[in-house]
């Protein structure tokens, strides 16, 4: 599971470099955001802008994330690609994190 971290201001955003956030990956993403995420700033982005497909266990190892860093840290999203949107809108998952079509300040802009 290939994830870069950077300070983007007073938040730390993480991206996920993998086109999937699946069962064959959910557990490593989970450890290596548990790594990442332990000491961070009290806002966390996870940039999922080069993600194509989220399963049910994707999608449960972001929650687990969520709550692993709550109360004193949020997890927010951002560039969710088309079919990774409509799994959050449909388990309405998108009621519960903070969703930004793009990075705030284009944050971790370099690279692209």
């Given at each position: 599971m290939h994830l870069e971290a950077a300070m983007a201001g007073e938040a730390l955003v993480v991206r996920v470099e993998e086109a999937r956030l699946d069962a064959a990956c959910a557990i490593q993403f989970k450890d290596r955001m548990?790594?990442?995420a332990?000491?961070?700033p009290p806002r966390v982005i996870l940039d999922l802008a080069r993600v194509g497909f989220v399963d049910?266990?994707?999608l449960g190892a972001i929650v687990a994330v969520m709550k692993f860093l709550a109360p004193a840290r949020r997890l927010e999203l951002a560039g969710l690609t088309p079919n990774v949107a409509k799994v959050f809108h449909l388990?309405?998952?998108?009621?519960?994190?903070?969703?930004h079509a793009a990075l705030p300040g284009g944050a971790?802009?370099?690279g692209d």
């Open positions: 548990r790594e990442i332990g000491a961070a049910s266990s994707g388990t309405r998952m998108d009621t519960v994190f903070t969703i971790m802009a370099h």
